[in-house]
């Protein structure tokens, strides 16, 4: 009953920029959590941006001071805007959240979105 999709993702040269959009939707009460990992071919996923009800933000080190996460909380969405792209960002992007939904009885889940592909040519 909650769905994420993420959108935005594409092909960029290096030094281009992209905005990921990621949508949560269902009978959501809370989100707790929402953020962004990515995962490239041959390697594990890691975790790239969060961002928790507090407003506190954490950032991989590899995109500090190149990516910024904000999130909507009427709309339910997070975004990720990525600038100076460099070709080693290159990976599937995944929205990940952990809500707090209405089924019943209020129950707590941790979501992923199918993922959306970052492209950077050098």
């Known amino acids: 009953q909650v769905q994420l999709v993420e959108s935005g993702g594409g092909l960029v040269q290096a030094g281009g920029s992209l905005r990921l959009s990621c949508a949560a939707s269902?009978?959501?009460?809370?989100?707790?959590?929402m953020g962004w990992y990515r995962q490239a071919p041959g390697k594990q996923r890691e975790l790239v941006a969060t961002?928790?009800?507090?407003?506190?933000?954490t950032y991989a080190d590899s995109v500090k001071g190149r990516f910024t996460i904000s999130r909507d909380n009427a709309k339910k969405s997070a975004y990720l805007q990525m600038n100076s792209l460099k070709p080693e960002d290159t990976a599937v992007y995944y929205c990940?959240?952990?809500?707090?939904?209405?089924?019943?009885?209020?129950?707590?889940?941790?979501?992923w979105g199918q993922g959306t592909q970052v492209t950077v040519s050098s």
């Open positions: 269902g009978s959501i009460v809370s989100i707790n959590r």
């Open positions: 990940n959240a952990a809500v707090r939904y209405y089924n019943g009885r209020i129950v707590t889940g941790d979501y």
């Open positions: 961002f928790s009800t507090g407003g506190s933000a």
